[in-house]
């Protein structure tokens, strides 16, 4: 069954202020872009059902090698198509935006920014409790990943951020 239930895009509006449509987004693209990189937050909007967010990388969750990257300046160019892409409701929604193959920021379906930071706070101590293993390492872009295996060796979660302290926020199961 198909979820009719509208998102509560004024829990997000609260949070992070009005949304930008995507024109004047393509016009300020620099400086949002900035914005990201010292962590704000600024959320896209395309016929005002479609959100987006542009967000600093330390709020994308997981590893980051293997998702899709797109130059920042391919990104202003098809801003609103990504937009339309990634606010589909059974996609993960997310594309990495690097600058000189570097990623700098990240584009998200602005619903993943629901997720309360509170509830995944306690994601490692559970795996810890449940007797998983958390090893630490440089990531392949700079940062450290956070990969979190069962007592079999599977891997359970995963995680990256700038510091210890994001990766292990960031795991997720």
Known sequence: MINTEPLPYGELEARYGAPVGVEDARARWGSLVRAAGDG???LITRERWEW????PLSQVSGVLSGLPVL?????RAK?????RQIA???DEG???LARHRRPVAALVA??????RPAARRQVAEALLSEGHTITLASGPLGGVTAIARDRD???SATGAGDTVAEALRSLEE
């Open 52 to 55: 987006a967010a542009l967000v």
């Open 79 to 83: 801003l609103g198509d990504l937009v």
């Open 40 to 42: 704000a937050v600024t």
């Open 110 to 115: 602005a619903r993943r920014l629901l997720v």
């Open 71 to 75: 130059p920042l300046s391919t990104a």
């Open 153 to 155: 060796g599977g891997v």
């Open 94 to 96: 997310l594309v990495l």
């Open 88 to 90: 589909q409701p059974y």
